[in-house]
């Protein structure tokens, strides 16, 4: 998954968690449409690259730690993430 796709996951996530406390339930295609418009645009192409630089350089090492102890065990590297 691109930094890209994670950045959509984790926005659609929060996304999701305040409508369903301000409007009920939300379709995921409903809550991803805006993020990929903002997206598209200058400034949020801006913003993607500037976390998906700032996300690689604070915790690159750490993911390549986990990974590296979990093998490929996507469980296991799940809870090594978790731990942290």
């Known amino acids: 998954m691109s930094m890209q796709g994670i950045w959509v996951v984790v ?8 409508q369903l406390v301000a409007e009920g339930p939300t379709s995921l295609s409903d809550a991803r449409a805006p993020v990929e418009a903002n997206l598209r645009t200058p400034e949020g ?12 350089q604070r915790h690159l090492g750490a993911l390549r730690q986990c990974k590296q102890t979990a ?5 296991k590297l799940l809870d090594n993430i978790e731990a942290r």
């Open 11 to 18: 926005f659609l996530l929060s996304l999701m968690g305040t």
């Open 45 to 56: 192409k801006a913003y993607d690259e500037q976390v998906g630089t700032e996300f690689v």
């Open 71 to 75: 093998g490929d065990d996507l469980l």
